[in-house]
């Protein structure tokens, strides 16, 4: 069975060489399918770092960039530097996860 975040990889794989993010439970299914994938997955340390990483990559090296964070907080920690990206049109992809539901993969 492919998985929603197996079909996101799929669908960004073209485009995207890098992600970069912080793991909680709700992208781990991403990132697992990240790690699966030909991109290479740089861990931060906080949910800004992550977005700010991307940021900093998509600057240097004109191709899309790509964070990920985790629902809740770890969403909310990544607002600013988000921000940042778009008032300066940075191509920039966050992939945020939901609370798991059970039985669900």
Do not use: K, W
Request: proline letters at 5%; glycine letters at 10%.
């Amino acid at each position: 069975m492919t998985t929603v975040s197996a079909r996101i990889v799929e669908a960004l794989s073209p485009y995207v060489t890098d992600v970069f993010g912080l793991m909680g439970n709700g992208n781990a299914h991403f990132l697992d399918a990240v790690d699966s994938s030909d991109m290479t997955f740089t861990a931060v340390r906080h949910e800004a770092g992550a977005v700010a990483a991307a940021d900093a990559y998509g600057r240097v090296s004109g191709r899309l960039a790509v964070a990920t964070t985790t629902y809740g907080a770890g969403f909310t920690n990544a607002i600013t530097p988000l921000a940042e990206a778009r008032q300066t049109r940075i191509p920039l992809i966050l992939v945020t996860g939901e609370a798991p539901t059970t039985g669900c993969p």
